[in-house]
């Protein structure tokens, strides 16, 4: 990867927010001076950002592997190294990361109170995100990955609406909590296999004899079941997967509108990405494993998990009254489907892996379902992160113009808002899945990939698709429909210029996505069929 | 790839082109509009009661820019759609040799990359030749119709979407494109049957639209799915110009219910006419459609005829083969998807046509004589007439979008005739010296309603343009509108020999019967029903015209009906359409002749059937139809249903004209209750409220307050409380071990847990001790059971 004055690119995008970060704490109070600079500090960074993913578009290995950067010994007593790179799945996630945060940082120029801070925030946000994004090492990830929160919860603490302490303090404790358990698990796997490099665990940890004593005197199965669920819990609390998920509609509801852009956007990525990098590589045995009293493994036991989010998450979101609520919901919904199309990699890179033990390979249309739904899968991150960002970005704006968010107490606003409604109604479509749009593509490859291997629960799923149709049109139908509510006849509804200015590259994204998805999608298919051709031979 | 734009292979991509970016430049330049007080605005006949708010009102300029781009591009699509078709036509075997070209779109995997691509093959052909120019018509039509709305811009911005939706799908090679066309028509309906968006009966229907369809458009992405699970391909070529593709799906058993022998073939198959069903409006779908006229007229005729409801049966059409994988209707043995589509098809054509009978609104008649069209071809291919399906869907979507003009005519007539009404009492009302509506030859747009601004709002409102009992003797008013309706109402009532509705309709029947004189079930429900059905719709055709236009005006807008001089603009651009759509509406059936039919055979189809002839060759590996031998008694019976309905509407509505203030003379035939039970759909809507809407609206309150809140929620509290009351426990024992004990550093002690305790909310350790133990708890278990199995 290319270097910036000397350093690797990967570690520029680690520390560039951090810095500037520091810088704008440090400049004198003007707010002007401050939003100006964070800007362009958000937009280098965004530029490094676009141009690690097209350097990686360019010179990816033909497997699909990574692009690193040198590791340099960091940590050497505990064996982790500051090892940092890029595959297909993580560069569409930075990438995704250096978008958002600029126009994130663009929208909050409405915040009126502490800016510097709120600005430093931001960027130290996105510290924490290219971190995990780029982490090569098992202990890099977790630092950065709990280096997310903080900014996060102050974001939500301090400019939060009116439920902020509960919302956030649900938020910490519910996060904290799950990466407790993870801490743990990395390490026992540290401990276990003497390195914290992930793709060296990736390909030692699975092999570990079962009939082996290894750590305190428990089973190999023990800790390996003990490491899957500090895992497993810590990122189905992130992405969130249902019944994991209600600290997320009060945390989105109460954040600043930049900080439910971003924590839509990218944080929920994390677990996701965590579940991708992480959790399916690491356990193959153990999804495949069956739970004894249910009778399922748990990648089957999963899928239903994200079944359940996809349906209760649209039936929730159909029935909320609160503008970012519903839109909050809409995330437990969509971040469902990333969840199967998940669900659907994890159980045959299980299946692949166990073939593998005997020197046989997968079926070929099995190994396709599971490139096709894992591809969907890291698709829908993506394009949920344009999305729900664009969602909340028009949510927050009309929150911050109207000071409430009871839909009901909105309606009609189309005829004093025209272009607020277009693009509020392009949003929300895109954010339905609508054909032409980015979020159908993901959507049909996840189901594509799925219907063959969890029939039932895809076929279940679909009411949850149905119901995304509905709760979108009572969004749109509250916001924009009927006269207007002439409450608001001598308010400005209409969106400003820096949301506009923020919106068009996300509404331009959708589009593109949607009509010629392979432009991110190659990069993608790159890496998610290497990851499964190392079982293919 | 060398794309080059003269060739017949990249000539398709730019069918769909000229509308979209009609649609583009419409909305990011030429829509542009400006304050305007909005006492003097009406929405669709509605006035929100907004008192004299600035609304945004399009600029002159900005109408007529965007009606000059988005007509041309129309004209675009037109011209180069024609180009094709006339190639097509004089294209040794076209059908083995089609026109087309892909890109590579979708990679997955390391196989090769999923192809989006265009074609043009003798079916699409067909659509080709009869979308651009309906849709052209309804552009024309909606420069004169939409010219006092206030929102006329963004109506040819969504229209000219909805057009290139439509060509879209149509000219897609793969079901994948199909479905983005599909969809994106869906979202344009929505938008424009809900585009007085201020009226609460508009984004109702567009919601219902939309939420309808989209019931049948989830299972048919399963379908989807399914089939490019199964096959490897979505491209049309590949799956139904193959013929073993087609025998693996046949031959394979289904997922999840293979058990009940339906092969994969089968399910997909279901899974697509369920997507159908809800486009096209069939049974127990069709709900929709009828309230889809709160759009305005214009995109009535754009659903009805043209584009959405069509899309669904050219989507039957396209995939075909798939539906009759495994089976033969011809020789008696049915698929499971082909029997779903008789059986829904011929109900809905007949279930539909009794509605229509009983309606009043003029459109409402139409809307549901569409749903029972729709059924014809439905039923006609669910046995088999592919052709003669094909057929009816290309003439039906001739006289429609006529008959939808031509009512929309009337009503704007109905209008025009009221505000004279009002004039005429009050001549002292009105601004600024406004302009009597049939002098107005400006078009000027918001000037000319503003006479109407300080109407009484219960005047306007009370009398509904719309309802066939405030009309009658319209044919002196309107005589164009009235001999155009006339032609397209008898075109769909199918009058013998000199209507395209004839042919058609006649066509199915003879495929029909035929199947019926081989003893097979389906083919004989379907021909009776359809026979009776066809009987129906030639008699409430006939009611329709008869109460519209015959005998006296019933009402003062009726006496004062009219569409403005012969030189307004506004009446000729809505004249037009109508004149231009006659002669199809009559005419188009010559096509289809078949050859053996006495005196017109030897016609219109000396060698062979054309339009058969051209159709059937996008099959031909796949699938043989025989042309039927002609039969004498499909043909009466054609005769008979037709000229029957006809002569009884006749006899009831012409020949004794409803007279003000009358009874419509149905109620008595029909019994008050059966009436009113066809006029108010069966009382479905009520049946769908109470079954699905209720149930959905209680769930998704149930989640929110009892699973979310409730238990999960509940569940954190409770432990949360229970760690409050151990701590609370551990600091009396404190406060009293250390009181025991003495003060000092315990005290130190107790104030700084007091001080953590109290830290933030007071809660961050007890949610952190709850996730904590939770977290052990749930992992202690699953170590022990799953590390039990992993050491097996």
């Known amino acids: 990867m290319f270097p910036i004055f000397g350093f690797d690119a990967f570690s520029v995008l680690i520390f560039a927010p951090a810095l500037f970060a520091l810088l704008v704490l440090l400049l004198p109070s003007n707010k002007w001076l401050a939003r100006i600079v964070t800007l362009a500090a958000s937009l280098i960074v965004g530029a490094i950002a676009v141009a690690v993913f097209f350097t990686y578009q360019q010179q990816a290995p033909a497997d699909g592997g990574y692009l690193v950067a040198p590791a340099v010994p960091w940590f050497e007593l505990i064996g982790a190294t500051w090892h940092l790179g890029v595959d297909g799945v993580s560069a569409a996630m930075v990438l995704l990361t250096g978008i958002l945060t600029p126009l994130a940082v663009l929208v909050s120029w409405e915040v009126e109170d502490r800016p510097k801070t709120h600005l430093a925030l931001l960027l130290l946000f996105e510290t924490g995100c290219m971190g995990v994004f780029v982490a090569m090492d098992l202990m890099v990830f977790f630092l950065f990955y709990e280096l997310s929160l903080v900014p996060m919860y102050f974001l939500i603490n301090q400019w939060g609406g009116p439920k902020r302490e509960y919302a956030s303090t649900k938020f910490m404790i519910y996060s904290i909590g799950g990466t407790l358990g993870m801490l743990l698990a990395t390490q026992l796997i540290g401990f276990s296999t003497g390195t914290f490099d992930i793709a060296t665990i990736a390909a030692t940890w699975p092999q570990l004899a079962a009939d082996q004593p290894v750590f305190l005197g428990m089973s190999v199965a023990t800790v390996k079941a003990l ?15 249902w019944p994991f998920h209600t600290w997320l509609p009060d945390a989105h509801g109460e954040a600043p509108t930049a900080g439910s852009m971003l924590l839509a956007g990218v944080m929920l990525k994390l677990g996701a990405y965590g579940f991708v990098r992480l959790v399916v590589p690491f356990f193959p045995d153990v999804w495949i494993a069956n739970i004894p009293l249910l009778g399922i493994n748990v990648a089957t036991m999963f899928a239903i998990l994200a079944m359940l989010g996809i349906v209760l998450g649209a039936f929730a979101a159909y029935g909320q009254n609160d503008i970012k609520r519903l839109v909050a919901y809409s995330s437990v919904n969509h971040m469902g489907f990333v969840a ?42 993506f394009n949920h992160g344009l999305s729900s960002a664009a969602m909340f970005l028009l949510a927050g704006g009309i929150y911050h113009k109207t000071h409430t968010r009871d839909i009901r107490e909105y309606g009609g606003l189309w005829v004093k808002a025209p272009v607020f409604g277009a693009i509020f109604i392009f949003t929300s479509m895109a954010s339905l899945g609508l054909p032409g749009l980015n979020g159908f593509v993901s959507e049909f490859l996840v189901v594509r990939g799925a219907f063959p291997v969890f029939t039932v629960i895809t076929l279940i799923s679909m009411i949850g698709l149905l119901f995304t149709g509905n709760y979108i049109l009572k969004g749109v139908r509250t916001v924009l429909h009927g006269p207007l509510n002439m409450h608001w006849k001598d308010y400005n509804l209409e969106l400003e210029r820096h949301e506009l200015v923020a919106i068009a590259p996300l509404m331009a994204l959708m589009l593109i996505t949607g009509l010629v998805p392979n432009w991110i999608l190659t990069v993608i298919n790159s890496s998610v069929t290497g990851i499964f051709s190392v079982f293919m031979g | 790839m060398m794309v080059d734009f003269n060739s017949v292979d990249f000539l398709p991509w730019l069918v769909p082109v000229g509308p979209l970016l009609a649609f583009l430049i419409i909305s990011l330049a ?18 929100p009661p907004y008192g004299d708010l600035g609304v945004p009102v399009a600029t002159s300029w900005s109408r007529i820019l965007s009606i000059t781009v988005g007509i041309s591009g129309v004209v675009m699509s037109l011209l180069v759609s024609w180009r094709l078709v006339f190639t097509a036509t004089a294209t040794k075997d076209f059908g083995e040799v089609v026109f087309g070209s892909s890109v590579d779109w979708l990679s997955l995997g390391s196989l090769p990359a999923f192809q989006m691509g265009v074609l043009v093959d003798p079916l699409n052909s067909a659509m080709l030749f009869m979308v651009p120019l309906a849709v052209l018509c309804i552009f024309i039509y909606s420069i004169g119709y939409m010219a006092h709305d206030p929102r006329q811009s963004r109506f040819f911005a969504l229209i000219s979407l909805f057009a290139g939706a439509m060509l879209t799908l149509v000219v897609a090679d793969n079901l994948l494109l199909l479905f983005v066309g599909w969809e994106v028509m869906g979202l344009c309906s929505y938008l424009l049957i809900g585009f007085w968006y201020e009226k609460d009966t508009a984004y109702k229907a567009a919601i219902k639209a939309f939420t309808t369809t989209r019931v049948a458009d989830v299972l048919m992405l399963l379908g989807i799915a399914y089939l490019y699970a199964e096959t490897g391909t979505l491209s049309f070529r590949e799956i139904l110009y193959n013929p073993a593709v087609l025998e693996a799906l046949a031959g394979k058993e289904a997922l999840l219910f293979g058990g009940f022998g339906l092969s994969a073939a089968g399910l997909i198959g279901i899974f697509l006419v369920i997507g159908t069903i809800g486009k096209s409006a069939q049974f127990p779908l069709h709900l929709w459609l009828p309230d889809a006229m709160q759009g305005p007229t214009p995109v009535s005729a754009m659903i009805h005829a043209a584009a959405m409801v069509s899309a669904g049966i050219y989507a039957i059409l396209r995939m075909y083969p798939v539906f009759a994988a495994g089976g033969d209707p011809h020789h008696g043995i049915f698929t499971a998807p082909l029997l779903l589509m008789a059986v829904v098809g011929a109900f809905t054509a007949l279930f539909a046509a009794t509605m229509a009978v009983a309606q009043n609104d003029v459109k409402a008649v139409l809307a549901y004589s569409t749903i029972s069209q729709l059924g014809f071809m439905m039923a006609a291919l669910g046995i088999g007439a592919y052709i003669a399906a094909a057929f009816h869907l290309i003439t039906h979507a001739f006289f429609k979008a006529l008959l939808f003009m031509a009512s929309g005519s009337v009503i704007h007539a109905m209008e025009h005739g009221e505000h004279h009404a009002h004039e005429h009492h009050a001549p002292a009302h009105g601004i600024g010296g406004g302009a009597d509506p049939h002098d107005a030859h400006s078009h000027d747009a918001h ?5 109407d601004a300080h109407h009484d709002a219960h005047d306007s409102h009370a009398f509904d343009p719309q309802d066939m009992r405030n009309m009658g003797g319209l044919d002196k008013k309107i005589p164009v509108t009235y001999w155009t309706f006339l032609a397209g109402g008898l075109s769909l009532a199918g009058f013998p020999l000199i209507t395209a509705g004839f042919w058609s309709k006649d066509e199915i029947l003879a495929d029909a019967w035929l199947g019926t004189t081989e003893g097979f079930g389906p083919h004989a429900l379907v021909f009776v029903m359809l026979a009776v059905a066809a009987f129906m719709t030639a008699f409430y055709t006939m009611r329709q015209i008869g109460l519209t236009f015959k005998g006296e005006a019933r009402t003062e807008p009726a006496q004062h009906a009219g569409l403005g001089g012969q030189y307004d603009i506004i009446s000729q651009t809505m004249q037009l359409p109508l004149i231009i759509l006659t002669p199809f509406a009559l005419f188009a059936g010559f096509v289809g002749v078949p050859k053996d039919f006495p005196i017109f055979g030897s016609i219109f189809a000396s060698e062979h059937n054309p339009f058969k002839y051209f159709v059937i060759e996008s099959l031909h590996p796949v699938l043989h139809f025989e042309a039927p031998a002609f039969n004498w008694f499909p043909v009466l019976v054609s005769f008979a249903v037709a000229l029957g309905g006809i002569y009884l509407g006749y006899r009831m509505y012409w020949v004794k004209p409803l007279k003000a203030g009358e009874e419509d003379p149905m109620i008595k035939i029909l019994g008050g209750d059966l009436y009113t039970t066809l006029q108010r759909r069966y009382y479905m809507d009520e049946l769908y409220v109470l079954l699905f809407v209720q149930p959905s609206q209680w769930i998704s309150r149930q989640v929110n307050e009892f699973v979310d809140k409730g238990i999960i929620d509940s569940v954190l509290h409770g432990i949360a409380r229970f760690f409050t009351w151990v701590g609370d426990l551990t600091k009396v024992l404190n406060a009293w071990l250390i009181d025991g004990v003495g003060d000092g550093i315990p005290r130190w002690i107790f104030q700084a847990g007091g001080w953590l305790r109290g830290a933030q909310t007071g809660k961050v350790q007890q949610y952190l001790l709850v996730v904590l133990i939770a977290a052990v708890v749930i992992g202690v278990i699953f170590a022990l059971t799953a590390g039990a199995v992993t050491a097996q």
């Open chain 1, 227 to 241: 490491a899957f669920i500090g895992f497993f819990v810590a990122f189905c609390i992130k992405v969130p997967v």
């Open chain 2, 30 to 47: 030429t829509n542009r509009a400006k304050p305007e007080p909005a006492s003097s605005l009406v929405y669709g006949g509605f006035r």
């Open chain 1, 340 to 381: 199967i199309g998940l669900a659907v990699m994890a159980l045959l890179y299980g299946q692949a892996w166990e073939l593998a033990q005997t020197g046989s390979v997968l079926a070929a249309d099995a190994a396709q379902n599971a490139i096709i739904a894992t591809n969907g899968a890291v698709l829908q991150m």
């Open chain 2, 447 to 451: 000037a000319e309603h503003g006479h």
